[in-house]
């Protein structure tokens, strides 16, 4: 029996702070009063002329982050004038890699005919009617190979790698300078 009185006593209450949270919320909407057309504040707003640069700003930063870069390297940086000795050694590297160069070639007495054909920075071996980059191989001879693409002739010879540029070689006086074939 003291439980119904207990409920009943929850539900008058609930229903009196509903009343009460009313009351105060209409007093408190009828206690503002409209903003005044001329603020006190409007000496310190920004000018059309402002507002209009900081937009064009905030448009130019938010294109910035939503552009996907197709370089490696940021185009707004600044120092991008002067390039470092890495910068151009990896641009020689890049040079090299991009090379259809023939290394060597392989001519036994018996046996098929070879050609050591690097590029891409990986070398392969290939034999006369192999395909390659530059076409089809239709012969091989020392120091140098014969290929067809498009229906026209073609000869690579034997090539050494391109000096490194002087600005990139390391000035090393205490050991002796190789140069790899790499």
């Not at 392969?124 to 020392?142: A, E, L, Q």
């Not at 067809?148 to 000869?155: C, E, I």
């Amino acid at each position: 029996m003291e439980d119904k009185y207990i409920k009943d006593f929850v539900i008058i209450l609930v229903v009196i702070l509903l009343i009460a949270f009313g009351i105060k919320s209409y007093s408190l909407y009828n206690k503002i009063e409209e903003v005044p057309s001329k603020s006190k504040y409007s000496n310190i707003a920004l000018g059309e002329k402002l507002l209009g640069q900081i937009k064009n700003i905030e448009t130019s930063i938010q294109d910035r982050k939503e552009f996907s870069f197709g370089v490696q390297k940021d185009p707004l940086e600044q120092n991008l004038i002067v390039r470092t000795r890495e910068d151009l050694e990896e641009q020689w590297r890049m040079r090299i890699e991009n090379m259809v160069r023939l290394e060597s070639t392989i001519i036994p007495e018996h046996g098929k005919k070879r050609a050591a054909i690097a590029y891409k920075g990986s070398t392969k071996i290939y034999t006369v009617g192999d395909s390659f980059v530059k076409g089809k191989i239709i012969d091989i001879k020392k120091g140098e190979i014969t290929y067809l693409y498009n229906g026209r002739k073609g000869k690579i010879k034997v090539t050494k790698l391109p000096e490194k540029p002087k600005a990139i070689k390391k000035n090393n006086k205490s050991r002796k300078n190789r140069e790899y074939n790499w």
